[in-house]
């Protein structure tokens, strides 16, 4: 199966301006960072989730802590997939007893992976509460999860995938949706 | 991408480079489950281990259990005294047996050499060796490595020297294939008649005595000296073998500072370690301990992930 980009949904500047954005309502949201910390989800999320962390230290000046959660191992579909995926590191330094958690992905789908996340987190101790920052929201839930900040809502259709591409990682920056077709 | 493709673990004799370093980088990421306040993760839950064990075992066993448990798995453990192998049993219908029952992994340690390629062969599920006769006990070996890897942060280069009874010894061997795949110039040290013949083929240096063993040496692992192997011939007698193999403070003063002292257990204070050097600032056995529980749970997520 093949892929083929179809629409260039956000741009370095758009992406940079969301996240921003999100810094300054997870600070309005929870009347400022106290208590606060961000966790984000392997692999592209833990990025999101630094940068989320950077730019609420520009507008406070109070580095909050950060972590990294790896979900392979809480997968709800770890037999049917036919290749093991790899398992990393999870690396939550803090105590996130009591904490106000903000848990960062970078596309929100099925729900599945925020399942999963929320099963792993609370496995670590009993947070305050849990709010979840999405860069992008492309809709088609198969459960009853929500975010709570949104970079940006896009409809799309299921055969489409929605992909963020990150300079850590993807060596470039932007947010495109590709098509399944012959290449 | 690399991809774990094998139903079994009988030995690192036919693993690749590549298929090692995958179990060491899972299990860096297993350890970590282990340092939370819920040891548990969900991974194989609905899975069944069945620890099939015809020799003594209280480490590897319940380190296999500890892992298995950790991974969510179903443990069970079949400890051969108590079961229908006193009747006759072999071990192909046991293992068989155990398939039926629905079973995903069997752990299997025996006291013939060949004998979990045998049951992996004759079954349909996974099969992970935990020690056959003098073959292969592979996970002790990649927790030894593991614990290298922490130590040194790599292996290719290291200087490792396998003390103790290298013909009777799984562990040596399994040692010698995961060491050299990875780039470790490896030497044995052994009283001669416990030297294997032909043991340089394996790729290792026979080292002429204990101190030439730890001159430049990262690391020595010292074996156990299995008396109850002893058919009566080739066996030193203790204090000899302490005296002229065993790892002293004396020996060690004349080594790297930094050496690093590894033992699979258990223990014989006195006869091939003392306790000064056991409990001393190089020796990392307990640390061992730790690590195993990581490998077993990379090792059981791997061959789990083979199904279908």
Partial sequence: MTFREKAKIMDKEAMERAIKRIAHEIIERNKGIQDLAI????????????????????????????????????????????????????????????????????????????????????????????????????????????????????????????????????????????????? | MKKWQRKDLVGLENLTREEIELILSTAESFKEVSTREIKKVPALRGKTVVNLFYEPSTRTRVSFEVAAKRLSADVITIATETSSVKKGETLIDTGRNIQALKADIIVVRHNCSGAATMLARHVDISVINAGDGWHEHPTQALLDIFTLKEKYGKIEGLKVSIVGDIAHSRVARSNIWGLTKLGAKVSVCAPKMLVPVAIEQMGVRIANDIDDALKDANAVNVLRMQFERDEGTAFPQQMEYFKNFGITRERLEKAKKDIVVMHPGPLNRGIEISSAIADGANSVILEQVTNGIAIRMAVLYLVAGTKN
């Avoid at chain 1, 962390?53 to 580095?63: G, L, M, R, V, Y």
């Fill in chain 1, 39 to 183: 966790v984000g989800i392997r692999n592209r999320g833990a990025y999101l989730a630094e940068r989320v962390a950077a730019f609420i230290e520009d507008i406070e000046s109070i580095k909050v802590p950060v972590g990294i959660l790896d979900i392979t191992l809480y997968r709800d579909d770890l037999t049917a997939v036919a290749e093991q995926p790899q398992v990393h590191k999870t690396e939550i330094s803090f105590d996130i007893t009591d904490k106000k958690i903000i848990l960062v992905d970078d596309v929100l789908y099925t729900g599945r992976t925020i399942r999963c996340a929320l099963d792993a987190l609370v496995d670590f101790g009993r947070p305050k509460y849990i709010q979840l920052a999405v860069l992008v929201d492309r809709g088609h839930r198969e459960l009853p999860i929500r975010a709570d900040y949104i970079g940006k809502n896009v409809p799309t259709a299921l055969k489409e995938t929605v992909q963020v591409l990150l300079r850590e990682v993807d060596k470039k920056e932007e947010v495109v949706i590709l098509e399944q077709g012959d290449a």
